[in-house]
Nanobody, 134 residues
Protein backbone atom coordinates (compact mmCIF):
# COMPACT_ATOMS: atom_id res chain seq x y z
CA UNK A 1 0.00 0.00 0.00
CA UNK A 2 1.20 3.51 -0.79
CA UNK A 3 -0.34 6.65 0.70
CA UNK A 4 0.59 10.14 -0.46
CA UNK A 5 0.19 13.20 1.73
CA UNK A 6 1.33 16.79 1.70
CA UNK A 7 -0.39 18.24 -1.32
CA UNK A 8 -2.11 21.60 -1.28
CA UNK A 9 -2.30 25.09 -2.69
CA UNK A 10 0.88 27.17 -2.89
CA UNK A 11 1.90 30.36 -4.62
CA UNK A 12 4.41 30.34 -7.44
CA UNK A 13 7.92 30.30 -6.03
CA UNK A 14 6.83 28.44 -2.92
CA UNK A 15 7.67 24.97 -1.66
CA UNK A 16 5.88 21.79 -0.69
CA UNK A 17 7.05 18.43 0.63
CA UNK A 18 5.09 15.36 -0.33
CA UNK A 19 5.31 12.09 1.57
CA UNK A 20 4.67 8.56 0.38
CA UNK A 21 4.15 6.14 3.25
CA UNK A 22 4.46 2.52 2.22
CA UNK A 23 3.46 -0.78 3.79
CA UNK A 24 2.95 -4.39 2.87
CA UNK A 25 6.26 -4.99 1.12
CA UNK A 26 9.98 -4.98 1.85
CA UNK A 27 10.75 -1.30 1.41
CA UNK A 28 14.47 -1.68 0.67
CA UNK A 29 13.79 -4.11 -2.18
CA UNK A 30 11.80 -1.55 -4.15
CA UNK A 31 12.32 1.54 -6.22
CA UNK A 32 9.84 4.28 -5.35
CA UNK A 33 8.91 6.92 -7.89
CA UNK A 34 6.87 10.08 -8.09
CA UNK A 35 4.70 10.74 -11.12
CA UNK A 36 2.32 13.58 -11.84
CA UNK A 37 -0.66 14.06 -14.07
CA UNK A 38 -2.14 17.38 -15.06
CA UNK A 39 -5.68 17.63 -16.48
CA UNK A 40 -5.76 16.47 -20.09
CA UNK A 41 -2.14 15.31 -20.03
CA UNK A 42 -0.40 11.98 -19.77
CA UNK A 43 1.09 10.81 -16.51
CA UNK A 44 4.67 12.07 -16.31
CA UNK A 45 7.60 10.60 -14.41
CA UNK A 46 9.16 13.10 -12.02
CA UNK A 47 11.78 11.34 -9.91
CA UNK A 48 12.66 8.00 -8.37
CA UNK A 49 14.92 6.52 -5.72
CA UNK A 50 16.11 3.00 -5.01
CA UNK A 51 18.73 3.43 -2.32
CA UNK A 52 19.45 5.62 0.67
CA UNK A 53 22.86 6.88 -0.41
CA UNK A 54 21.54 10.00 -2.12
CA UNK A 55 21.94 8.86 -5.73
CA UNK A 56 18.64 9.32 -7.50
CA UNK A 57 17.00 9.94 -10.84
CA UNK A 58 15.03 13.07 -11.74
CA UNK A 59 13.46 14.32 -14.94
CA UNK A 60 15.18 17.31 -16.52
CA UNK A 61 12.11 19.48 -15.91
CA UNK A 62 12.50 19.21 -12.12
CA UNK A 63 16.12 18.21 -11.60
CA UNK A 64 17.27 21.48 -10.05
CA UNK A 65 14.08 22.20 -8.08
CA UNK A 66 12.88 18.85 -6.70
CA UNK A 67 14.75 16.58 -4.30
CA UNK A 68 13.69 13.00 -3.56
CA UNK A 69 14.75 11.13 -0.44
CA UNK A 70 13.81 8.03 1.52
CA UNK A 71 13.68 7.04 5.17
CA UNK A 72 14.04 3.28 5.45
CA UNK A 73 13.16 3.30 9.16
CA UNK A 74 9.76 4.81 8.29
CA UNK A 75 9.34 3.09 4.90
CA UNK A 76 8.59 6.51 3.51
CA UNK A 77 9.75 8.46 0.48
CA UNK A 78 9.66 12.23 0.31
CA UNK A 79 9.89 14.73 -2.48
CA UNK A 80 10.82 18.28 -1.61
CA UNK A 81 9.55 20.64 -4.29
CA UNK A 82 11.02 24.13 -4.42
CA UNK A 83 10.55 27.12 -6.72
CA UNK A 84 7.17 25.78 -7.74
CA UNK A 85 5.61 26.99 -10.96
CA UNK A 86 2.00 26.95 -12.17
CA UNK A 87 3.07 24.24 -14.66
CA UNK A 88 3.80 21.97 -11.67
CA UNK A 89 0.07 21.85 -10.91
CA UNK A 90 -1.03 18.22 -11.08
CA UNK A 91 -2.07 15.20 -9.09
CA UNK A 92 1.10 13.65 -7.74
CA UNK A 93 1.31 9.88 -7.37
CA UNK A 94 3.90 7.62 -5.82
CA UNK A 95 4.54 4.18 -7.23
CA UNK A 96 6.67 1.16 -6.35
CA UNK A 97 8.36 -1.61 -8.29
CA UNK A 98 10.97 -4.29 -7.65
CA UNK A 99 12.15 -4.86 -11.21
CA UNK A 100 15.98 -4.88 -11.22
CA UNK A 101 16.10 -2.65 -14.32
CA UNK A 102 13.90 -0.05 -12.63
CA UNK A 103 15.94 -0.22 -9.44
CA UNK A 104 19.13 0.28 -11.42
CA UNK A 105 17.61 3.08 -13.48
CA UNK A 106 16.60 4.96 -10.37
CA UNK A 107 20.20 4.80 -9.18
CA UNK A 108 21.05 7.91 -11.14
CA UNK A 109 23.36 7.49 -14.09
CA UNK A 110 23.47 3.70 -13.97
CA UNK A 111 21.44 3.31 -17.17
CA UNK A 112 22.05 5.73 -20.02
CA UNK A 113 18.93 7.55 -21.23
CA UNK A 114 16.79 6.02 -18.47
CA UNK A 115 13.29 7.46 -18.31
CA UNK A 116 10.35 6.88 -16.03
CA UNK A 117 7.18 5.43 -17.52
CA UNK A 118 4.02 4.47 -15.62
CA UNK A 119 4.01 0.96 -17.07
CA UNK A 120 7.28 0.23 -15.25
CA UNK A 121 5.53 0.35 -11.86
CA UNK A 122 3.16 -2.21 -10.39
CA UNK A 123 1.82 -0.50 -7.28
CA UNK A 124 0.32 2.97 -6.97
CA UNK A 125 -1.03 5.36 -4.39
CA UNK A 126 -4.25 7.31 -4.74
CA UNK A 127 -2.56 10.63 -5.47
CA UNK A 128 -2.43 14.05 -3.86
CA UNK A 129 -3.33 17.33 -5.54
CA UNK A 130 -0.73 20.07 -5.88
CA UNK A 131 -1.96 23.43 -7.12
CA UNK A 132 0.43 26.29 -7.79
CA UNK A 133 -1.16 29.69 -8.23
CA UNK A 134 0.43 32.47 -10.25
Amino acid sequence: QLVETGGGLVQAGGSLRLSCATSGFTFNDYAIAWFRQAPGKEREGVSCISSSDGITYAADSVKVRFDISRDSAKSTVYIQMNSLKPDDTAVYYCAADSDPIVILGCYGGSIADFQLFPQQFESWGQGTQVTVSS
